[in-house]
């Protein structure tokens, strides 16, 4: 099989759809977190705030997800068509979550009618709330593997989503992503939304960390696949240990009030547990319960080499474009959140 | 309980109708603004930067729909239709994949700039995200109708496996890109999204001049649109004229479906307007002798391939909806021709603004362009039926195999209810921007919305 610096190419493409899959969490992690904690803000010019600190980005970190679509359906297209498929009902929650979301932020300050406000506060809420859920929902059920027949298709039904682990799953999600963006808007405030604001990092520190003991340990113990690559290269545990220490270090950031270096963190945690999920799964995606012969591996969906060889130049020109706008928009607008007549 | 066949194409058909009403005014309204803020950075009046700022806030409302709607769209491939997303994702997945990494990424990135970066970067730069957003509308518009293009004319493939296992493989990644219909295409949807924005640029600033609003800044806002949408319109007529054309050449049904044209060995009229009966392939109406054989073969009185020399299972069903569609597009194309060079003549004259008849007409106008984008594409699509990929994939067999007929109801009744929402919502947002209009800078010589004069003379007194 053709290599590129020894690494085959549907391996290769493995590693940039976890590439664009973690640049969407770390990214849309944090407004989608800013967003679920939304109404513990009480008062207006709070909630302005707040929404006003994810304004200007988050329709670029959102881009990410439709670029790791765009690259799911390139590169393993059966896959692509798989996934979407099996979770169609969850995916159009997800899709309808997404557009409630948009419109949310959007026409919220198009009025000043409390109702109204009120109205687009708690669809702002519920929809990054239930977005987040469904992310972490249809991860678990990745992770746990689901039943499918020799034609590789999905033999369940709505409720089999619902299993206990991947219900832990999407709870985890949404408590990293709170976390996330706490930390986030933490740093964009000052004064009594500030003061107020390291309280609520403190409390999502805590509900994190006991969410990511226990879906560590339920991984361990009722998700033998997997663990099979760390057997099998016991050197990989290096990034379970450094995942501990990186969890311990948000907390002691977040204690000495030291945020930015907490978000770091907070990022690469974000990074590890999908860098953890993808050795796990690798080079499987879909994972049958039935019979493991009925799975389906990267290679098995990957497209033809060629296809993988021009879109890895397509992700090579595009991905540092993408990155150094990414950053200049967040450079321009770096700094405490102020209002003025332009802001939501 | 209707097929699931029947219900994921009304649900795509539905979906993508909606979304299609934003990502060509997005487009049209880019190059306005381009134009709206170059002018203001050349002459250095303010009144440019204040009907910018006016329509770069509609615009934010406009593209977050898009935006919204579109991702639906993406997604929608995967969940419907698995096994066209199998069969094609080594080539059509590209496409997406470049739209999101070149296009959309350009487009959201600099949103954000040009909404809330007025006082954070200078005016240079300002105006360079303003182009960026413009040109990132633009690539989106390049990228999708490349793929879709490739779905009409596919070229730089080979299938490979067989049966319900055969996929498309990509061998020439360019002549994929510019395969025969896709730049024919693409100039035409392009311009098509042009008078789109162009003309609800005229419409709104037609209705401040009926109103007597800002009446400069509005007179301003109509010549941009103006000139953008004479010119869109007449280059329409050129790129119609190819498109016709490269449908003639390669998806011949689709041709004959168009015009309603049944009988291979005889000279195919044009219609000015008709009704096909498809139960008696009987076509009536308003005709051009031999256009159409004119059209396909340069000469009036050469036959065109008709639909009888096609099985009925490997060509349209519903030729009257193509027939009608394609009619009302090209009538509306007409229309618009006539109806800006008058605009432009009576600007020439200096007499354009006080014809009232006239700005009513353009105040209504802003739809036409909406239906003609509509309907091509309804043509353009309905017309390649029953296949997905012309003559290589049918759209019965590329649905998921899995999916069930009460999930797509579900998810029909959804998008229905959501949809609507954002429709009122979007209207009415809209509307209430455009009434509250511009704010424009005061002791602007005379920009006169009689409102805040009044205001102010209220204020004062």
Redesign the interface.
Known sequence: METILGIDLPTLWFLVIGGLITGYGVLDGFDLGAGALHLFFNKEESRRIALNAIGPVWDGNEVWLVISGGALFAGFPLLYGTILSTFYVPFMLFLVALIFRAISIEFRSKETMAWWRKMWDISYMASSTLITLLLGLILGNLIHGLPFNEKHEFTGNLLTFFNPYSILIAFTTLSLFMLHGAIYLVMKTENRLYAKLTVLVNNCSKFFILCFILASMSTLIYIPHMTDQFKEYPWLFAIPLLAVLTVLNIKRNIDSRKYFTAFVFSSCITAMLLILFAIGLYPNIIISTTDPANSISIYHAASSPKALRIMLLIAAIGTPLVLSYTIFVFWTFRGKVKLNEMSY | MPSVEILSRIQFAFTIAFHYIYPPLSIGLGLCLVIMEGLYLRTGKKMYEDITRFWIKIF??IF??G???G??M??E??????????????????A???????A???E??????L???????SKGVHFFSTIMVALGSMFSAVWIVIANSWQQTPTGYVI?GEGMQA?A???D?WEMVFNPSSMDRLSHVIIGAFLAGSFLVMSVAAWYIIKKRFVTAAQAMFKVGLCVATIAALAQLFTGHRSAHYVSKYQPAKLAAMEGHYDSSAVAPMYIVGWVDNKTGKTTGIKIPGGLSFLTHGSFNAPVTGLNAFPKADRPSAVNFVFQTYHIMISIGMFLIALTLTATFLLWKKKLFSQKWLMTIFVWAVMLPQIANQVGWYSAEVGRQPWVVYGLLRTSDAL????KAE?VI??LV??SL?YTL?LV?FLY?LN?KIVHGPEMTPNEEDDSDEFSKRNIKQLQA
């Open positions: 934010a409302l977050g729909i935006v919204a709607t991702i639906v993406e997604f491939f995967g969940t419907n239709w698995a096994v066209y997303s199998r069969y094609v994702g080594d080539i059509f997945g590209s997406l994949a470049a739209e999101g990494i070149f959309f990424a350009l959201s990135g600099f949103l954000g700039i909404l809330f970066g007025w006082n954070r970067v490979e996929r493989i990509i061998t990644f998921s195999k899995e999916v999930q579900f998810s959804l998008f959501v954002l919502l947002l209430k």
